[in-house]
């Protein structure tokens, strides 16, 4: 299947700094991304839809300007978290949306999702 | 919220036993889809159904779907310890690419 890859892994930041989070699709070429959050043995929970060349999609009760979403190539997508506090650490997961036509009938839609960034904020 | 519940929340069984997963959801969707995560870990898609089927399989894996009930299950053949990990149902809605999970079940697989 299709790879997708975020950086860092996991980052480790103090109170009130930024944080950059990029994902990247590697094999297909992506005009949708999304951003997840995910708490410790929860389920996910969609933040935002980031689609390229446009502004982000977010979901209720997300901060845009907490979270900063930029899709500047049909390959990378960036969340930012602004002034970072320790209610934000979380484990951030991205997806990436891989849409084919097959045929006329026929097509493939599947997100491939990135293995995650452990962010803890001190 | 469309999110949908999964039951049971968590599943501990004997290695070579079945274990059967089931999703319910709250609106129609267009399909529903089966993902992997192992702990701290991202997720594997491992197969979508959409609303015109009512079965699909892959490998030890069987899923079925009954959109008059709004439940989904998964079923897992034959099982390894290698399975051990959380398992969430995705709905997706027409005309929206969106994904909305279910809460998870939580599976270990007992040597």
């Known amino acids: 299947g299709a790879v997708v890859s975020q950086h860092p892994s996991w980052v480790i930041c103090k109170s009130g700094t930024s944080v950059k989070i990029e994902c990247r699709s590697l094999?297909?070429?992506?005009?949708?991304m999304f951003w997840y959050r995910q708490f410790p043995k929860q389920s996910l929970m969609l933040m935002a839809t980031?689609?390229?060349?446009?502004?982000?999609?977010?979901e209720q009760g997300v901060e845009k300007d907490k979270f900063l979403i930029n899709h500047a190539s049909l390959t990378l997508s960036t969340l930012t978290v602004t002034s970072a506090h320790p209610e934000d650490s979380s484990f951030y997961i991205c997806?990436?949306?891989?849409?084919?036509?097959?045929?006329?009938?026929?097509?493939?839609?599947?997100?491939?999702f990135g293995p995650g960034t452990r962010l803890t904020v001190l | 919220s469309q999110q949908g519940e999964e039951d049971p929340q968590a599943l501990s069984i004997q290695e070579g036993e079945n274990a059967t997963m089931n999703c319910s959801y709250k609106t129609s969707i267009n399909n529903l889809q089966w993902y992997r995560q192992n702990s701290g870990r991202g997720l594997v898609h491992l197969i979508l159904i959409r609303s015109n089927e009512r079965e699909k399989h892959s490998g030890r894996l069987r899923v079925t779907l009954d959109t008059s009930k709004k439940s989904s299950s998964l079923l897992i053949t034959a099982s390894r310890a290698a399975d051990t990990a959380s398992y969430f149902c995705a709905t997706e809605v027409f005309g929206n690419e969106k994904l909305t999970f279910g809460t998870g079940t939580r599976l270990t697989i007992i040597p």
């Open positions: 094999d297909f070429q992506a005009t949708t």
């Open positions: 980031s689609n390229e060349g446009s502004k982000a999609t977010y």
């Open positions: 997806s990436a949306r891989d849409f084919r036509v097959i045929t006329a009938e026929n097509y493939t839609d599947t997100q491939y």
